[in-house]
């Protein structure tokens, strides 16, 4: 799960934007503002938001889940090596 804060914080580690952010996930502009516009925990297509995590992902971001180190939330991965 990912809600729309996480969405939108990720996006800003990420320095991208959202035209950039659906690009990279294959969706459209508008879906990614619905998403971002959503109250709490994104809902959606599971393909679509699988899509939205993985560019997320691929973008450098990792999303934090809400049981681990007390919250979700949104770092930057370590870079390997």
């Known amino acids: 799960m990912i809600t729309a804060a996480q969405m939108r914080a990720a996006r800003a580690l990420a320095g991208i934007d959202q035209?950039?952010?659906?690009?990279l996930a294959g969706v459209s502009v508008p879906t990614i503002q619905?998403?971002?516009a959503s109250e709490g925990v994104v809902r959606g297509m599971i393909d679509?938001?699988?899509k939205v995590i993985q560019a997320i992902e691929d973008a450098g971001v990792e999303l934090i889940g809400e049981n681990e180190t007390g919250g979700r939330g949104v770092?930057?991965?370590?870079?390997?090596?």
Do not use: N, Q, S, V
């Open 48 to 50: 679509t938001l699988t």
């Open 19 to 23: 035209k950039t952010l659906a690009e």
């Open 75 to 81: 770092r930057l991965k370590k870079k390997a090596g």
């Open 34 to 36: 619905r998403m971002e």
